[in-house]
């Protein structure tokens, strides 16, 4: 008699890094694996992924006065929580299995449960880096949490105190302190937004809807706007772009993703010589060749 396992042959549902890692581990342990997905392996929401090895992960989901927030999600257009109504007599029994969980002392009881896999997570993703030849990707230096606002910063106090009754060490920094650590980081639209992103965020919709479906709707004019923010640098553009690129394939087909991204390229091209018209030092702003770049500029 042996205790060990016979080979099986699984079945893992979602190439994300979540079926990837656990099929990659089903095969270390000698099982045949088939990974199922429509799409190639990290297309879906692993493309987009910060790509955080979370060992301080420790809060649940479900969290006290989560119930306060869900008319403010369904609200907001952009915001994480989608209810398909017709959908709702079938889901009703998880929601309330999910704001039962949403009680202190479950919150307590889950958050120890999830403090003790994610001390783990270290050590168990070494060796599939290792076998990937990843390795010199992973970088233990700890990570950021940032606020728009004071507002949402107290919002998030109760996960904070959650973590640290957790064992999770953690700063709460300033600032200045934060720009000093991450420079890419700063605040460069605070001068003008301010701190209610609201109005901007629906004027975004208005420009995106007038430039991909031809309503109309934006009436401003984008180039002036936005070099009278000194802060904004070249380095910022190609930031956006990759960012705007992982977003579109996310939330599009591949053909439609591809059309937002060609339109944000051109749009980012067209604000780049905006701003070297309006610099005293253009050629940093452009690849264009010497003659066809401003020699003058509009102060």
């Not at 990290?42 to 060992?55: F, H, L, P, Q, W």
């Not at 008319?71 to 007599?89: C, T």
Request: charged letters at 25%; one cysteine or more.
């Amino acid at each position: 008699m042996t205790d060990t396992p016979q080979p099986r042959h699984f079945a893992v549902v979602g190439a994300g890094i979540v079926g990837v890692c656990c099929a990659q581990q089903l095969q270390r342990d000698g099982h045949r694996v088939t990974l199922v997905d429509y799409r190639r392996p990290g297309e879906g929401t692993s493309r987009g992924n910060a790509a955080v090895i979370a060992g301080g992960a420790c809060e649940p989901i479900a969290m006290p006065g989560i119930v306060r927030r869900v008319p403010g999600m369904l609200a907001d257009p952009l915001g994480p929580l989608v209810i398909r109504w017709s959908y709702l007599p079938r889901l009703a029994p998880w929601l309330l299995r999910f704001i039962a969980a949403s009680r202190p002392d479950r919150v307590e009881h889950i958050s120890k449960a999830l403090r003790e896999l994610s001390l783990r997570c270290v050590s168990a993703f070494k060796p599939l880096a290792e076998s990937a030849r990843i390795t010199d990707m992973i970088r233990d230096t700890g990570w950021l949490s940032v606020y728009k606002t004071e507002a949402s910063f107290k919002l998030a106090s109760d996960e904070l105190a959650l973590q640290r009754r957790r064992g999770v060490k953690l700063d709460v920094l300033t600032r200045d302190q934060v720009r000093q650590m991450e420079p890419s980081l700063a605040p460069i639209f605070e001068r003008v937004i301010g701190p209610e992103w609201g109005p901007h965020l629906k004027l975004m919709c208005d420009f995106w809807s007038s430039v991909m479906l031809t309503t109309g709707k934006y009436k401003g004019r984008p180039i002036p706007t936005h070099v009278k923010i000194a802060e904004i640098a070249p380095g910022h553009f190609a930031e956006w772009l990759a960012l705007f690129e992982a977003t579109a394939h996310e939330l599009f087909s591949p053909a439609l993703a591809a059309s937002f991204f060609e339109k944000a390229k051109r749009i980012a091209e067209s604000l780049k010589l905006g701003f070297a018209f309006h610099s005293p030092t253009p050629e940093i702003w452009t690849e264009l060749p010497p003659r066809a770049i401003p020699l003058t500029t509009v102060r």
